[in-house]
């Protein structure tokens, strides 16, 4: 507020005892207190014709009708363009960091060297109430119809029970194939060194690793990375030719799936199993997102997978063919789901080491 404003506030409040409608009030006074009053009202439209005289100036001529046609269509324009920008891309204070959620790899007993009774009692009680998170969650997402790729009849089913399912008809069903597109993308950006593909699909420790995974590449060779079916691991497929759709592997939409991994998920279940599962409301605005829900949606997936990676020469010559080799990994994916926007990686998880 300016201190004219305020002044004059200041101002009226000093001479409300003695306002006009007081039957106390002096003649005098009354003719003071408006004379005071019409000064002030006087000096803050003068200050506020001097801070903004183009608006003002525009509003004057539009009253008194000096604006033409093609005057009025580009302000009209203006407008319905910063409406539209305002609808589609507004500030969203609910995008700010978070914190990992408590996720947790659930096992019988503790991997821990030398570990002792109590560390396995622990384990265990983690694990149950890992199960039981999974199951809060699992009836959140149902109960607003937030499983990607998935129409949920009744939140009431017994689904909620399995999280870690790898039934194809599953409620996850969307999550693990929406994961392991991000998951095969992001292995793909590294070994072409993409850092802008990178940045897309993970966060936080995960993006500081695998950015410094591709910047450790030698820039002089092209690496040739790629998933296989379970059955690849007991006779090596030929190496893949460097040719461009083995190294430049994009992700698919995020309503989408790529056909490469719907075929990889249909020979191996295996690859993609989620473990633990977290749903928690993170967007608090008075009016429901445009799209999705309110949930922020934190997964911890194991991928259990055979990859090979082949470096060639820029000529196309081999210089490193690998065998294929079996990989299991537990990635923390997280996504808020008012985004149109893929699964990103956010940690990487050792069991053992929680």
């Known amino acids: 507020m300016s201190a004219s404003r305020l002044s004059a506030r200041a101002l009226s409040s000093d001479l409300l005892?003695?306002?006009?409608?007081?039957?106390?009030?002096?003649?005098?006074?009354?003719?003071?207190?408006?004379?005071?009053?019409?000064?002030?009202?006087?000096?803050?439209?003068?200050?506020?014709?001097?801070?903004?005289?183009?608006?003002?100036?525009?509003?004057?001529?539009?009253?008194?009708?000096?604006?033409?046609?093609?005057?009025?269509?580009?302000?009209?324009?203006?407008?319905?363009?910063?409406?539209?920008?305002?609808?589609?891309?507004?500030?969203?204070?609910?995008?700010?960091?978070?914190?990992?959620?408590?996720?947790?790899?659930?096992?019988?007993?503790?991997?821990?060297?030398?570990?002792?009774?109590?560390?396995h009692l622990t384990t265990i009680s983690l694990t149950l109430k890992n199960w039981g998170k999974n199951i809060m969650s699992m009836r959140h997402l149902a109960s607003h119809n937030s499983f990607p790729g998935t129409q949920v009849a009744s939140p009431l089913s017994l689904e909620v029970f399995r999280a870690s399912s790898v039934a194809p008809t599953g409620w996850t069903a969307g999550i693990r194939a929406r994961t392991l597109e991000t998951y095969a993308a992001l292995h793909a950006a590294v070994a072409r060194r993409d850092d802008k593909a990178i940045k897309r699909l993970a966060m936080n420790d995960a993006l500081e690793r695998y950015l410094a995974l591709a910047r450790a590449s030698d820039p002089n060779a092209i690496a040739v990375w790629a998933m296989h079916p379970p059955s690849s691991s007991a006779s090596a497929p030929p190496p893949p030719t460097p040719a461009p759709a083995h190294n430049s592997r994009t992700i698919a939409p995020p309503s989408e799936v790529s056909p490469a991994t719907a075929a990889l998920l249909r020979a191996a279940p295996e690859a993609a199993r989620i473990l633990s599962i977290r749903a928690q409301q993170a967007h608090f605005g008075i009016q429901d997102p445009k799209r999705g829900s309110r949930f922020m949606v934190q997964a911890l997936v194991r991928f259990d997978t055979v990859q090979t990676l082949h470096i060639y020469s820029k000529r196309g010559q081999l210089l490193h063919e690998a065998p294929p080799k079996r990989v299991v990994e537990h990635l923390v994916f997280q996504k808020r789901m008012w985004y149109d926007a893929p699964w990103v990686v956010r940690e990487r998880i050792v069991p053992g080491a929680q």
């Open 17 to 119: 005892p003695f306002s006009a409608h007081s039957r106390f009030a002096h003649p005098l006074r009354v003719r003071r207190a408006c004379s005071h009053r019409t000064y002030a009202a006087s000096a803050l439209k003068k200050r506020k014709t001097r801070e903004d005289p183009k608006r003002n100036d525009f509003a004057e001529r539009l009253q008194k009708g000096e604006i033409d046609d093609e005057e009025t269509k580009r302000v009209l324009q203006n407008l319905e363009a910063i409406r539209v920008m305002g609808d589609e891309l507004p500030f969203d204070p609910w995008a700010q960091g978070s914190e990992r959620f408590d996720v947790h790899i659930p096992s019988w007993r503790s991997h821990k060297p030398g570990a002792t009774l109590r560390d």
